[in-house]
């Protein structure tokens, strides 16, 4: 695998970029035509796991976005949670979910969006996540810094968990023991717990220092890899989540400041790493 960020200088990245943001809001635009009929949709569940669902509006939006992204860069690889991979091998695969938090979305909360990112050579490198009802863009490009909207994002100053809010969650089959373990050493050294239904906004929000961190026992990768560069751009800590297959496979995951990503890594223990 090429790691060397000279090697991506021979692609377009800048049109990628600016595709990547453009579609991202084009799609959340999509998404909320739909989210204000949602009563109508059709909503089904994937596998047992009463909680994994989705709409037909998560498939009509990917597959708008993998058309777009196939018609501008026909060399690109592309990975999305509804409809599967083509092209793994290229330098350039989009991760794409086109409404991360479907569960909030088809039941009228307002903590879902539209995320777009794009590994180059296997590593992150671009992003854009597009929250229509708080008409919020996050988006970054290694190199380049991090945004919410035209603002630059920094992640939180804070050194101990009991200075601000962290994010958690669990993800059924795997990863549940681990969930209520971290929770109680998190309050017991002062912190306090939050969650929205969406991965991405949670990572977002940990680019912009609303959150010190988010930990997940166990995440699908696209959920986070859009966000994963704006939290480094913005100079916050990430595990290694694409080790062993996280790609297809999904990780334990854990984003935050520099003051408290060693306190919150000792609290979840090895798992982290398994």
């Known amino acids: ?21 453009s579609l991202a809001r084009e799609a959340a635009r999509l998404g909320m035509d739909y989210y204000l009929k949602r009563d109508v949709l059709t909503v089904e569940h994937k596998g047992d796991d009463l909680q994994d669902v989705v709409s037909i509006a998560d498939k009509q939006i990917e597959a708008f976005i993998r058309a777009r992204l196939a018609e501008r860069f026909p060399e690109d690889g592309f990975l999305g949670e509804e ?12 991760v794409i979910d086109p409404i991360d938090g479907t569960a909030c979305f088809v039941n009228g909360l307002h903590n879902w969006c539209v995320s777009i990112g794009l590994l180059i050579d296997g590593e992150p490198h671009l992003g854009a996540i597009a929250d229509p009802n708080h008409n919020e863009l996050f988006h970054g490009c290694l190199g380049q810094g991090a945004f919410v909207n035209d ?4 992640v939180s100053g804070a050194t101990h968990v009991a200075q601000g809010v962290t994010a958690t969650g669990t993800f059924h089959p795997r990863g549940k023991e681990h969930f209520i373990p971290f929770l109680e050493k998190l309050l ?3 912190g306090m717990f939050f969650r929205n239904g969406s991965g991405a906004l949670m990572t977002a929000y940990v680019a912009a220092g ?25 100079g916050g800590c990430v595990n290694d989540f694409l080790r062993n297959d996280g790609l297809l496979r999904g990780n334990p995951y854990l984003v935050a400041c520099p003051g408290v990503y060693r306190q919150l890594a000792e609290m979840i223990g090895p798992s982290l790493d398994s």
């Open 151 to 154: 603002v630059p994002m920094k």
């Open 1 to 21: 695998m090429n790691r060397d960020p000279s090697a991506a200088s021979a692609l377009d990245i800048a049109a990628r970029y600016d595709c990547a943001r």
């Open 210 to 234: 609303r959150l010190l961190g988010y930990y997940e026992t166990e995440l699908k990768s696209w959920d986070c890899l859009a966000g994963l560069v704006m939290v480094k751009e913005a």
């Open 188 to 190: 017991a050294d002062g």
């Open 83 to 94: 409809s599967g991979s083509a092209g793994l091998g290229a330098r350039c695969v989009w």
